[in-house]
């Protein structure tokens, strides 16, 4: 009998965790040009949607927004890596990564990506006083979830 109730406790946990559950996905637009090519053998989508997803708990937790409705409304979590200058940069959920960037690096580009992903997963779930925040404080705590996940830049 404590074996079922325990089964039906960590079913009712699991489904719990699961109501309003995120989404997280990747696509790879520039998979033909040499950092798409890179991004694809040296980082991969698979790997992006589980950061992407150990991102957006860390921040969560690191912010105290544990449950849904403490949270920005977001359903989904995207990632596009494309044949765009720059490094990367957020727009509402959307994460856009330059394969450029990702072909040019010189270096352990999987640490790279991840320490890129994890600043610009907490653009997606910061709250910016309706656009009305300092550019330098969002940056700057965009910059502080980074580097308290241990993910320190490269330069």
Known sequence: MKLQ??????LLVALAATAGAVTFDASNTASGTPGGKRFNRDVGLAYSKKVLSYASTFIWNTFNQRA????KPVNAVT?????????????????????????????DVKREVTRVLYHEA????QWDGQGNANGGLIEGIADFVRLKA???PGH
């Open 122 to 125: 907490a653009h997606v779930w």
């Open 150 to 152: 241990g993910f320190a």
């Open 68 to 71: 849904a409705s403490a949270r």
């Open 5 to 10: 109730v325990a089964a039906v406790a960590s």
């Open 79 to 107: 990632l596009v890596v494309e044949d765009i200058g720059g490094v990367a940069f957020t727009s509402a959920n959307g994460i856009h990564l330059s394969a450029q960037y990702v072909g040019g690096y010189s270096g």
